[in-house]
């Protein structure tokens, strides 16, 4: 069966890339997913289907890469933030790093047959973020110089580039303003260091920029500012004016570079997308406002203010598909990033290469049966919001958040919206439905307006699901915060 995506039209972005098409990717993650779609089903049904010439991955997932061999696809593949100690003391760790993830996958010399075309190899994840503190910082250079020269000895150096993703916070501008732009003083010496090592070898300077986040957290971020709309309030910055955030926050990192003597370097952008669920403004049709005035610019070739006619040399989209495990501290938006719904089917349409034609959805795909689980009206349901936020705290309610696109159903709809995430997430077995007595198994959608009931892929997925069922009645920390946020109580 195939589940219909029922949020929105498809409103079709009419634009050719042309000469920049070969400069824009996706991210595409599955650690964070409870029932990945497989990599058979992504690499030819979405990538190749869609004509997206270049991957950015967090792994080397060995699915992952047998899918992606012979594509011809271009790929980044990541090193976690938490292998960053062990690599930077240890040269042998690195070289087999090397060796398991790239080597093995790389494609032959004679270039005849298969193999993965692996263009970066990002170390760390953010590693600079400001939360972390000092946690990863110390060990980014020195991994990165062992990587090299593993790659060196693998003779694959002159192949394959470094890069160490950072988050837009990792600089700082005195009064908003990008001629102000510095990094973070805490980064400062680092950053020196790590700047030598890439332009030494070659590498850009990669830059993860999060216009939403901007626009939750900083009062003076109009939404017309991030979404490219010319209409909105320009920012003056001496002779140069900025009509959007993106400019801005490029702009100041150009400014960072040149304070610190790098002022030329590349810049790639590693992620920038915008969230369709879990948050007021994150729907699909505000996603495709920013994706369309995203794509126009860097069509435009115009670049920045500070680089005129230069734009990013590369830039990915985050993200290809949604994740439903990702972290939520910084907000329930956080597992809605996809272009595509977990299942492979466009939330709204844009051009990642394929041109005037809509998006390809994933076709083929394999669902579980095709039940729900609900409340069951005919029982006393004066402990089911306390079922509901439990079910919360092990699945997946971010749609119930206010202005997500389940918020508006009433009680006791959100609490059968809970009880149906946790089945899913479990399998659909039978005891996942039970919540005291309080489940019911149906057959009939539930599903109301644009508030989708899903079903869960038939796939394997991460043990770390794999939780002891019928635990609904366990009172867990933060029980009380679901209850509350989502309308449970």
């Known amino acids: 069966m195939r589940c219909d995506y029922r949020s929105v039209t498809l409103v079709p972005l009419l634009l050719s890339w042309g000469a920049v098409a070969m400069a824009l990717g996706v991210n595409w993650g599955t650690s964070s997913s409870s029932h990945p779609l497989p990599p058979s089903t992504v690499v030819p049904g979405l990538l190749k289907a869609n004509n997206i010439t270049r991957v950015k991955l967090s792994g080397a997932d060995p699915d992952v890469m047998a899918s992606l061999s012979g594509s011809g696809i271009q790929v980044t593949v990541g090193i976690p933030n938490e292998m960053l100690r062990a690599l930077s003391s240890s040269k042998k760790d690195a070289a087999s790093w090397v060796h398991d993830n790239v080597t093995r996958y790389f494609p032959p010399i004679s270039g005849v047959g298969g193999g993965v075309r692996i263009e970066y190899i990002a170390v760390g994840d953010e590693p600079f973020l400001s939360s972390y503190g000092q946690q990863f910082q110390h060990f980014v250079v020195g991994a990165a110089t062992n990587i090299q020269l593993a790659l060196t000895a693998a003779k694959l150096a002159n192949n394959v580039k470094i890069i160490v993703p ?3 916070d990792a600089y700082q501008s005195d009064m908003n303003l990008p001629s102000k732009g510095h990094f973070r003083p805490d980064l400062t010496k680092t950053m020196i260091e790590l700047l030598s090592f890439l332009s030494k070898h070659g590498s850009p300077f990669v830059v993860d920029i999060n216009p939403f986040l901007a626009l939750q957290q900083n009062k003076n971020v109009s939404l017309g500012y991030v979404l490219f709309q010319s209409k909105s ?33 590349d810049i790639v952008v590693g992620r ?21 005035g995203l794509i126009d610019h860097l069509k435009s070739k115009a670049g920045t203010p500070l ?32 272009i595509f719904t977990f299942d492979g089917q466009a939330k709204y349409n844009v051009d990642l290469g394929q041109g005037s034609k809509n998006l390809v959805n994933a076709h083929n795909v394999e669902y579980l049966a095709s039940k729900w689980c609900v409340v069951n009206n005919n029982k006393d349901l004066s402990n089911a919001s306390a079922g509901a936020a439990d079910a919360c705290s092990n699945a997946d309610c971010t749609a119930l958040s206010p202005g997500g696109s389940c918020f508006g159903i009433s009680w006791p709809g959100n609490v059968s919206y809970a009880f149906n995430s946790y089945y899913q997430q479990h399998d659909q077995s039978a005891d996942s439905c039970d919540f005291g007595g309080l489940g019911l198994i149906t057959t009939v959608d539930p599903s109301i307006d644009d508030c989708r009931f899903t079903i869960a892929l038939h796939t394997s997925f991460s043990s770390s699901v794999h939780e002891t069922l019928g635990m609904w009645w366990t009172i867990v920390v933060g029980a009380c915060v679901c209850s509350c946020l989502l309308g449970f109580a």
């Open 233 to 265: 309030h320009a920012v003056t910055d001496g002779h140069n004016k900025y009509k959007n955030y993106f400019d801005a926050s490029i702009d100041t990192l150009i400014s960072s570079l040149s304070k610190v003597g790098f002022g030329d370097m």
């Open 166 to 168: 950072c988050t837009s």
């Open 272 to 292: 920038i997308g915008w969230p369709t669920d879990g948050a007021v403004n994150a729907t699909p049709a505000v996603a495709q406002t920013f994706m369309q």
């Open 307 to 338: 680089r005129l006619k230069r734009p990013p040399r590369e830039t990915y989209i985050f993200s290809l598909l949604d994740e439903d495990q990702r972290g939520i501290t910084t907000g329930n938006y956080e597992r809605h990033w996809g």
